[in-house]
């Protein structure tokens, strides 16, 4: 629960604020081996003992990054624009009702697979140009911006039929099986349990 540093030659040095914020002197900052733009925060988040990483970056640095895991790199350049314009959409739609939250929240999109994919900074150009040409286009609907959800395949799932969730949007109500993806690898999923463990989660489960 408590922040400290360490100096080059000195030893560590109590941090009396539960957040520290770095400034690369240069064009970018290294975590992990992984090179990132923007700036760096770390927040000591107590009431859930968690220590959050926080980047901010511009807009448009962050899509660049997150369309190398997003889409391919060898897809066209039109292509590329779409899911740059898709990309931008979601992460805005998101940062909105982050900040629309009654309780504090200290980012705006977080860095899995359930947001965007984000690996920092990388070295393919027609990504940047994609981002460039479709510069402060997002998709919206009734002047709101749009939640551009997209995956690598849907699976045949009929969003007007799944409950919880904002897939009820009227341009996401889809009530039919989507046949676009049907010969994909990733149409179908199969999860292998062994018998033991398996009965074990369903001894378990309050629902059986």
Known sequence: NT???????????????????????????????????????????????????????????????????????????????????????????????????????????????KNHVYEGVHAFKKLRDAVDQTHGLVLTYKGDIALTMFDTCCGGIVPSKMRRNKKCLPYLRRSEPCNFCKNSAFYRSQLVYKKDHFLNLAKGSPSL
């Open 3 to 113: 922040l400290y540093i360490k100096g080059e030659r000195s030893p560590y040095h109590k941090v009396n604020s539960d957040e520290i914020t770095l400034i690369t002197s240069g064009e970018t900052f290294t975590i992990n081996g992984q090179s990132y733009e923007g700036i760096v925060t770390l927040h000591l988040d107590i009431s859930k003992n968690n220590l959050l990483l926080i980047n901010t970056i511009d807009i448009d640095k962050y899509i660049y990054s997150v369309l190398l895991y997003e889409c391919y790199p060898d897809w066209p350049l039109e292509m590329q624009k779409v899911q740059a314009i898709a990309s931008r959409s979601f992460a805005l739609y998101h940062m909105k009702q982050a900040r629309f939250k009654s309780s504090r929240s200290f980012y705006d999109i977080r860095n899995t697979n």
